[in-house]
């Protein structure tokens, strides 16, 4: 198997799904194996949305095979980047169906969305620089947190769109705007709206 894979190797992805398809089933070993790292590199970016990582790495592996079925070298991009948005896209509805989020910590939030708008120009802070330090905190004021945690997160859940919300699910996996828009099936522009109009009510919100 490793003196086969040394010769796939040698191909492009693209010369591999040709071979795969021609009956070369050995293929799809060298390809999952080659792109194991990547589902596993998603699926713990994925993971703070909510579901077990193990499972967010099926549903990967899962989008992998969509993609070598679905791939065509005359519509599509290079394989890599069709197979990295099959993966994305197979993550994210599986959390979505799963209906399982996780709470995220207030200052992850904040820390998503620039410059204190508290400081002329935005003063070079991020809002979480702006936050005292947590180990300084009594009980009380972590308690307070929480609150504030809960009253963001019903904040978001009523104030943002149901399109702002999904983009900032995948914001928080660390995605740009132009990978977002690929995953949801949406124009760039338009997701890079949402997102800039998200950060505003979250920063109103705050």
């Given at each position: 198997?490793?003196?086969?894979?040394?010769?796939?190797?040698?191909?492009?992805?693209?010369?591999?799904?040709?071979?795969?398809?021609d009956g070369?089933?050995?293929?799809?070993?060298?390809?999952?194996?080659?792109?194991?790292?990547?589902?596993?590199?998603?699926?713990?970016?994925?993971?703070?949305?909510?579901?077990?990582?193990?499972d967010l790495?099926?549903?990967?592996?899962?989008?992998?095979?969509?993609?070598?079925?679905?791939?065509?070298?005359?519509?599509?991009?290079?394989?890599?980047?069709?197979?990295?948005?099959?993966?994305?896209?197979?993550?994210?509805?599986?959390?979505?169906?799963?209906?399982?989020?996780?709470?995220?910590?207030?200052?992850?939030?904040?820390?998503?969305?620039?410059?204190?708008?508290?400081?002329?120009?935005?003063?070079?802070?991020?809002?979480?620089?702006?936050?005292?330090?947590?180990?300084?905190?009594?009980?009380?004021?972590?308690?307070?947190?929480?609150?504030?945690?809960?009253?963001?997160?019903?904040?978001?859940?009523?104030?943002?769109?149901?399109?702002?919300?999904?983009?900032?699910?995948?914001?928080?996996?660390?995605?740009?705007?132009?990978?977002?828009?690929?995953?949801?099936?949406?124009?760039?522009?338009?997701?890079?709206?949402?997102?800039?109009?998200?950060?505003?009510?979250?920063?109103?919100?705050?």
């Amino acid at each position: 198997m490793v003196r086969e894979y040394e010769n796939y190797r040698q191909s492009t992805d693209e010369e591999l799904i040709h071979r795969l398809r021609d009956g070369e089933a050995a293929v799809m070993d060298y390809i999952c194996e080659k792109y194991k790292s990547l589902v596993r590199s998603k699926a713990k970016s994925m993971f703070i949305l909510g579901g077990e990582q193990e499972d967010l790495i099926q549903e990967g592996m899962l989008g992998l095979f969509k993609a070598v079925r679905d791939y065509d070298s005359g519509r599509d991009a290079s394989f890599a980047t069709f197979a990295d948005l099959c993966i994305s896209r197979q993550m994210y509805t599986a959390v979505q169906a799963s209906q399982r989020k996780k709470h995220i910590p207030l200052n992850t939030y904040i820390s998503l969305y620039g410059d204190d708008p508290g400081q002329p120009n935005g003063g070079g802070r991020d809002l979480a620089e702006s936050l005292p330090d947590r180990a300084e905190r009594n009980p009380e004021e972590l308690f307070l947190d929480k609150e504030r945690v809960d009253y963001l997160e019903k904040r978001i859940e009523k104030e943002l769109s149901e399109f702002e919300k999904h983009v900032l699910d995948l914001h928080m996996t660390g995605m740009s705007y132009t990978q977002i828009a690929k995953v949801l099936g949406r124009e760039e522009k338009a997701t890079d709206n949402a997102l800039q109009r998200l950060k505003g009510k979250i920063r109103r919100m705050l």
